[in-house]
């Protein structure tokens, strides 16, 4: 698939050192978009990228059933090949209360969770980021390093 359709469907910005994928609202069947995300996380696992935002408030589709969340999570834990963590950014009538994706999504080794704002979004990809280099023995920068 070439860049240019994934931008087609993507709008991909730079944050924080985080790449930002945006779902446009051109994009109007699910079973696409979720391939067209898998492909980007492809590629941003193929340039070392440790983590990835995505933005689906714009989705012009209906809200998946529990099924088309097991393949959707599915499909982007198998592109990601447990090199990823992921947060993504969604409208409230999208979460499951329960957050079966991201359970279904750690059952097959992709770490994702899932908010309504992206302050939180990033807040916990940053919270992630701490704890990594907490478990490889830095600290990130500013942070007392625990004893």
């Known amino acids: ?7 087609d469907s993507l709008r991909l910005e730079l944050m924080d050192d985080v790449p930002v994928a945006r ?8 079973d696409r978009a979720v391939e067209r995300v898998a492909e980007f996380i492809r590629e941003t696992v193929a340039e ?9 408030r714009d989705a012009a589709f ?3 059933s529990v099924v088309d969340r097991m393949r959707m999570v ?12 992921m947060v993504v950014v969604a409208r409230p ?17 992709l770490t994702v969770q899932v908010f309504e704002r992206e302050e939180d979004a990033f807040a916990w990809l940053r919270a992630e980021r ?10 990130p920068r500013g942070a007392p390093r625990s004893e």
Do not use: K, Y
């Not at 698939?1 to 931008?7: A, D, G, N, P």
């Not at 779902?23 to 699910?30: E, G, K, P």
């Not at 009538?93 to 080794?109: C, K, L, S």
């Open 23 to 30: 779902l446009l609202s051109t994009q109007r069947v699910f």
């Open 62 to 64: 209906q809200s998946p």
């Open 48 to 56: 070392g990228q440790p983590h990835l935002l995505l933005d689906v």
């Open 93 to 109: 009538e999208f979460i499951d209360p329960e957050r079966f994706g991201v359970v279904a999504a750690a059952n097959f080794g």
């Open 74 to 85: 599915r499909l982007w834990a198998d592109a990601a090949d447990g090199r990823l963590r």
């Open 1 to 7: 698939m070439s860049r240019s359709t994934l931008h």
């Open 130 to 139: 701490a704890a990594e280099l907490e478990r490889r023995g830095r600290a």
